[in-house]
């Protein structure tokens, strides 16, 4: 037991009491590891000590105890004197906390000593207790040393110096490691010559050789100067030849001339391509005269050319950064110029939208009015509109209703000299001898060529009427109209730009079999395809039908077929611009087509939606591929792979047969034949299946994967009308006992 122990424990046994037993067990703490134990009240006894820990023994009334662990521990003392007549049993709970420290270095500091040849290490501080053995890395072998240590190598080269450390704080040790360059000893002493390094088109670093320091007086030959040391770094504002002086004052070389200074030259050139400055958008502005508009891209630029396209089929006009155009109509119109300068050499192409306002004219007052005749409860409302025919831009429009004691309408109009498109439309059969009086009403004549007109079944018609204006003209009508695809997926409208004389009749065809016979088109397509839209134009005189092909791609729609995917992976040696076509095809054609392009790194996967069948895929390059390689690998469900291509470099195409849930296995002998039949293919307005078996179940599927017809015949022969389906491959699963085919049939007219 420690003296310090035996002291705090003297007070403690002065008085002595006959019969006295210990009534604690105390503790001191000594360190964090170390403790004390004494009982209190007894003088002298028997102990049987368990520290908690595992170690028991037997001693007196006092007692040291050091714990290897931090933990908690219940120590117990069995106490038996002479004083005592019972044996007694105390406890104690200690807890010991002893928080490690162990502190290691990270990394070995190096550098030069003063001598040629000397190296200096060192790591970290000095701690008491450090042992260190350093390798120099030169095959002298380790040394014993401390944190630091200075080592001289022979010999100019690159060492890898390392050191095992342990420290008290280190206990384990650890090796660390660095590498060094030792510069060969022969002094530099006389300048050789200039040499630079290009950081960027115009910035040079420049360095004086053969001399480890000296004083420079640097010309940089643009005007500049500078003193410094052997090194120097100079940006030029100007691309040009430049010539640099460097005077260079080294007393220390012995080959000096009389005045001290060596004088060197380097010639640097400086070439830098102008930064592309393309501007970015046009601005307009109204100009100060009516239908007058403004343009202007930036500011003048020296050897600006820019071509203008007004958007109102006035063509191309070559011009400057600013441009004026006066519009003969008012409108919206989308107006894009062609803009080159030396500081934008490969052009850029720019549009904007304007909107050209009417000029203001004085109008006229125009009494017009739609007056129905009721019998038996005629038409309850009709919709009117009166647009500008010169324009297209809408005067008004509404909604004329009528009851059997009120079967009038009519509202006062205020309108310019000019031609003027009257459409009415109704929705509402009307009977013979129903109908509606028109009156278009100026100074007390009214415009109307008909005043009284009557109807049977639906009404949709247009006039042309003149206000002070002549607006016959020869008999003419040329269907022309143009689609606005909408924010909502398959929404589609279509603006009417038809040109023709008198009154007309339209009728829209969508070719999804929906019509309409509006002056405008309106279609809500319910799944993605191309459909062919058309507008017939007939007046008095003529007809005309305009078609054109619209594309729906926006309506979300799951595939109900077979997901499979494509991967597409190329190995390229350096970046090369390449296309590459891929193709899924039956007998009757592509089902699926894409275009990959390659700028030299390429790897795209692709989504297919196809039904169960044997295809034939292929990818086809206009050229020899330049890449190493091309792979291309087909993969169904789970990964699962349904064939794979290869193009390699040189090539330019390759084909594979693959089987989506089917044995399409080339060469193996037929032991069954297809048992359904489908007639005509292609089809116009109706397809006819024909099995051996009896067939259960048909479904029908376009390319897109929306499903178009399902039924459950039960005979062996079954007929579906097609006359509302659009142009294109269609997909057929039909089921009979036992046995799933897949028929591929085209619509087409």
Same mark, same amino acid.
């Given at each position: 037991m420690?003296?310090?122990?035996?002291a705090?424990?003297m007070?403690?046994?002065i008085? +002595?009491?006959?019969?006295?037993?210990?009534?604690?067990?105390?503790?001191?703490q000594?360190s964090?590891?170390?403790y004390?134990?004494?009982?209190?009240?007894?003088?002298?006894g028997n102990?049987i000590?368990?520290?908690?820990?595992?170690?028991n023994?037997?001693?007196?009334?006092?007692i040291v105890?050091?714990?290897?662990?931090n933990?908690?521990?219940?120590?117990?003392?069995t106490y038996s004197?002479?004083e005592?007549?019972?044996?007694l049993?105390?406890?104690v709970?200690v807890e010991?906390?002893?928080?490690?420290v162990n502190?290691?270095?990270t990394?070995?500091?190096?550098g030069?000593g003063?001598e040629?040849?000397?190296?200096n290490?060192?790591?970290?501080? +000095?701690?008491?207790g450090?042992n260190v053995?350093?390798f120099p890395?030169?095959?002298?072998?380790?040394?014993?040393?401390?944190?630091f240590?200075?080592?001289?190598?022979?010999?100019?080269g690159?060492y890898?110096?390392? *050191?095992?450390?342990?420290t008290?704080? &280190?206990?384990n040790?650890?090796e660390?490691?660095t590498?060094? %360059?030792?510069?060969?000893?022969n002094?530099?002493?006389?300048?050789?010559?200039?040499?630079?390094?290009a950081i960027?088109?115009?910035?040079?670093v420049?360095?004086?050789?053969?001399?480890?320091?000296?004083?420079?007086?640097?010309?940089?030959g643009?005007?500049?100067?500078g003193n410094?040391?052997? #090194?120097a770094?100079?940006?030029?504002l100007?691309?040009?030849v430049y010539?640099?002086t460097?005077?260079?004052?080294a007393?220390?070389?012995?080959i000096?001339?009389p005045?001290?200074?060596?004088? /060197?030259v380097?010639?640097v050139?400086?070439? &830098?391509?102008?930064?592309?400055?393309?501007?970015?958008?046009?601005w307009s502005?109204?100009?100060?005269?009516?239908g007058? @508009?403004n +343009?202007?891209?930036?500011? +003048?630029?020296?050897?600006e050319n820019? @071509?203008?396209f007004?958007?109102d089929?006035?063509g191309a006009?070559q011009?400057?950064?600013?441009?004026s155009?006066?519009y003969?109509?008012?409108g919206?119109?989308?107006?894009? *110029?062609?803009?080159?300068t030396?500081?934008c050499?490969?052009?850029?192409?720019?549009c904007?939208?304007?909107?050209?306002?009417?000029?203001?004219?004085?109008?006229?007052a125009?009494g017009f009015? %739609?007056d129905?005749y009721?019998l038996?409860g005629?038409?309850p409302?009709l919709?009117y509109m009166?647009s500008?025919?010169?324009?297209?831009m809408?005067?008004?429009?509404?909604?004329?209703?009528?009851?059997?004691?009120?079967?009038?309408?009519?509202?006062?109009?205020?309108?310019p000299d000019?031609c003027?498109y009257?459409?009415?439309?109704n929705?509402?059969?009307?009977?013979?001898?129903?109908?509606?009086?028109?009156?278009?009403i100026?100074n007390?004549v009214?415009?109307m060529?008909?005043a009284?007109?009557?109807?049977?079944?639906e009404?949709?018609?247009?006039y042309?009427i003149g206000v002070n204006?002549d607006?016959?003209?020869?008999p003419?009508?040329?269907?022309?109209?143009e689609?606005i695809y909408?924010n909502?997926?398959g929404?589609?409208?279509f603006i009417?730009?038809?040109?023709?004389s008198?009154?007309?009749?339209?009728?829209?065809?969508?070719?999804?079999?929906?019509?309409?016979?509006g002056?405008?088109?309106?279609?809500?397509?319910?799944? #993605?395809g191309v459909?062919?839209v &058309?507008?017939?134009v007939?007046?008095?005189?003529?007809?005309?039908?305009? &078609?054109?092909?619209? @594309?729906?791609?926006d309506?979300?729609?799951p595939?109900?077929f077979?997901?499979v995917?494509?991967?597409?992976?190329?190995?390229?040696?350096?970046p090369i611009?390449?296309l590459l076509q891929?193709?899924?095809?039956?007998?009757?054609?592509?089902?699926?087509? *894409?275009?990959?392009e390659?700028?030299?790194i390429?790897?795209?996967?692709?989504s297919?939606?196809?039904p169960?069948?044997c295809?034939?895929?292929?990818?086809?390059?206009?050229?020899p591929?330049?890449?190493?390689s091309?792979a291309?690998?087909?993969?169904?469900?789970n990964?699962?792979?349904l064939?794979?291509?290869?193009?390699n470099?040189?090539?330019?195409?390759s084909t594979?047969?693959?089987?989506?849930? /089917?044995?399409c296995?080339?060469?193996v002998?037929?032991?069954?034949?297809e048992?359904?039949n489908?007639?005509p293919n292609?089809a116009?307005?109706?397809i006819q !299946?024909?099995?051996?078996?009896?067939?259960?179940?048909?479904?029908? !599927?376009d390319m897109?994967?929306k499903?178009v017809?399902s039924?459950?015949?039960n005979?062996t022969?079954v007929q579906?009308?097609?006359?509302?389906?659009?142009?294109?491959?269609?997909v057929?699963?039909?089921m009979s006992?036992?046995? /799933?085919?897949?028929?591929? !049939?085209?619509?087409?007219?």
């Amino acid at each position: 037991m420690t003296k310090s122990f035996l002291a705090l424990c003297m007070g403690l046994f002065i008085s +002595f009491v006959s019969n006295a037993c210990p009534t604690a067990l105390n503790v001191v703490q000594q360190s964090c590891s170390n403790y004390g134990f004494y009982l209190s009240d007894t003088p002298v006894g028997n102990v049987i000590w368990n520290f908690g820990d595992g170690t028991n023994t037997t001693g007196g009334i006092e007692i040291v105890h050091n714990y290897t662990e931090n933990g908690v521990y219940e120590v117990t003392a069995t106490y038996s004197g002479p004083e005592c007549p019972e044996t007694l049993t105390l406890n104690v709970t200690v807890e010991v906390n002893c928080g490690t420290v162990n502190e290691c270095p990270t990394e070995i500091w190096s550098g030069e000593g003063a001598e040629c040849g000397v190296m200096n290490f060192e790591i970290g501080s +000095f701690v008491e207790g450090e042992n260190v053995t350093w390798f120099p890395g030169d095959g002298t072998g380790p040394q014993q040393g401390g944190h630091f240590f200075s080592h001289t190598y022979t010999s100019p080269g690159t060492y890898s110096v390392c *050191a095992f450390y342990t420290t008290p704080l &280190c206990p384990n040790g650890v090796e660390l490691c660095t590498s060094i %360059i030792v510069e060969a000893c022969n002094e530099n002493l006389c300048p050789t010559g200039i040499t630079a390094d290009a950081i960027d088109c115009d910035t040079y670093v420049l360095h004086v050789e053969g001399i480890d320091n000296a004083d420079v007086a640097w010309n940089f030959g643009d005007g500049t100067t500078g003193n410094g040391g052997i #090194n120097a770094d100079h940006t030029w504002l100007e691309n040009g030849v430049y010539i640099v002086t460097a005077e260079i004052n080294a007393p220390q070389c012995p080959i000096m001339p009389p005045i001290g200074i060596i004088t /060197m030259v380097y010639t640097v050139q400086v070439e &830098c391509v102008p930064a592309v400055e393309c501007p970015t958008e046009i601005w307009s502005g109204a100009g100060t005269e009516c239908g007058v @508009m403004n +343009f202007e891209i930036g500011s +003048f630029v020296e050897g600006e050319n820019v @071509m203008w396209f007004p958007g109102d089929e006035s063509g191309a006009v070559q011009g400057g950064h600013f441009f004026s155009h006066t519009y003969a109509n008012p409108g919206t119109y989308n107006v894009c *110029a062609f803009y080159t300068t030396p500081l934008c050499p490969n052009g850029v192409e720019l549009c904007t939208t304007i909107t050209v306002e009417a000029c203001e004219q004085p109008c006229y007052a125009i009494g017009f009015g %739609i007056d129905s005749y009721l019998l038996e409860g005629g038409t309850p409302w009709l919709t009117y509109m009166i647009s500008n025919a010169e324009s297209g831009m809408l005067v008004t429009s509404g909604v004329a209703e009528y009851t059997e004691n009120d079967p009038y309408f009519d509202t006062p109009l205020c309108l310019p000299d000019g031609c003027y498109y009257l459409s009415i439309d109704n929705n509402n059969p009307l009977i013979i001898g129903q109908g509606v009086n028109i009156f278009f009403i100026l100074n007390s004549v009214n415009l109307m060529e008909n005043a009284t007109i009557i109807y049977q079944d639906e009404i949709a018609i247009t006039y042309l009427i003149g206000v002070n204006t002549d607006c016959a003209g020869p008999p003419s009508c040329e269907a022309a109209f143009e689609p606005i695809y909408t924010n909502t997926p398959g929404h589609i409208e279509f603006i009417n730009n038809s040109e023709f004389s008198g009154i007309a009749e339209f009728v829209w065809e969508y070719g999804n079999g929906a019509t309409s016979d509006g002056i405008g088109g309106n279609v809500y397509y319910e799944s #993605n395809g191309v459909y062919t839209v &058309c507008l017939t134009v007939t007046t008095g005189n003529c007809t005309n039908t305009s &078609c054109q092909v619209v @594309m729906v791609n926006d309506m979300e729609t799951p595939c109900e077929f077979n997901e499979v995917t494509v991967v597409v992976d190329a190995n390229y040696f350096e970046p090369i611009n390449e296309l590459l076509q891929f193709a899924v095809s039956v007998p009757l054609g592509p089902v699926f087509q *894409a275009s990959i392009e390659t700028d030299g790194i390429l790897n795209d996967t692709l989504s297919l939606c196809i039904p169960d069948g044997c295809y034939e895929v292929s990818i086809y390059s206009p050229l020899p591929v330049q890449a190493l390689s091309i792979a291309c690998t087909i993969e169904g469900l789970n990964v699962q792979q349904l064939g794979d291509l290869q193009l390699n470099i040189g090539e330019s195409s390759s084909t594979a047969a693959i089987g989506v849930n /089917m044995d399409c296995t080339i060469g193996v002998e037929e032991t069954t034949t297809e048992t359904i039949n489908a007639f005509p293919n292609p089809a116009s307005d109706n397809i006819q !299946f024909v099995s051996e078996k009896t067939i259960q179940r048909i479904d029908i !599927f376009d390319m897109t994967g929306k499903r178009v017809a399902s039924l459950n015949p039960n005979q062996t022969q079954v007929q579906i009308n097609t006359s509302e389906w659009i142009n294109g491959l269609y997909v057929t699963q039909v089921m009979s006992i036992g046995k /799933m085919e897949s028929v591929i !049939f085209e619509i087409a007219r």
